[in-house]
């Protein structure tokens, strides 16, 4: 069945560093390490997505979801093993293609969106927040190291998504949006 872990704890970071999957060892603070985690937590947040799509309405988007886990966890597999690329420009056409179906059937913007209205929808914006991170830190990777761009474009597309899934989110629960109110000016 593969290589399976039976200890848990190995000892050998206890000095500030970590193996990657090539037997190369770096900094746990190394961009690539740090990179790593942001996706890593970037799947977490679309997992808990996933625990906060119970209304019916919304069901449907567990298909998109779920297949991005995978593919957060093929980014993260890409990030320990050096120049292994695993996510392609099918992969980014996919979430385009995703994108493209639901936002036709939103509402245009007039106004900027909080994170709120039901805990799906402020989940879906955390998800996005992180993806946002974890493009930050695969940008500052990418200026050390050589990396796969498509995965660079995965993560930006991933947040318009997520942005997009927010949306229909609501539209499908129902919920208004939180539009964002701007501090009133000072009367002269």
Request: some cysteine.
């Amino acid at each position: 069945m593969g290589y399976r872990l039976s200890k848990l704890y190995t000892r050998t970071g206890d000095k500030g560093d970590t193996g990657l999957a090539n037997g190369e060892r770096i900094a746990k603070n190394h961009p690539r390490v740090a990179a790593m985690g942001d996706v890593d937590e970037l799947n977490c947040q679309v997992g808990l997505l996933i625990t906060e799509l119970t209304d019916y309405r919304v069901h449907p988007l567990l298909a998109l979801l779920t297949p991005i886990q995978h593919r957060l966890f093929d980014l993260g597999g890409e990030l320990a093993v050096p120049g292994h690329d695993m996510i392609d420009a099918a992969d980014v056409a996919q979430l385009e293609q995703a994108i493209d179906e639901l936002n036709a059937d939103l509402e245009p913007l007039t106004n900027f969106i909080l994170p709120g209205g039901s805990k799906a929808i402020a989940q879906a914006h955390m998800a996005r927040s992180v993806c946002r991170r974890a493009e930050r830190q695969y940008i500052s990777l990418a200026q050390q190291v050589e990396v796969n761009q498509q995965a660079l474009i995965y993560l930006n597309r991933l947040s318009d998504l997520l942005f997009v899934l927010a949306r229909t989110i609501a539209r499908l629960e129902e919920t208004p949006e939180v539009l964002w109110a701007p501090k009133p000016k000072p009367a002269a």
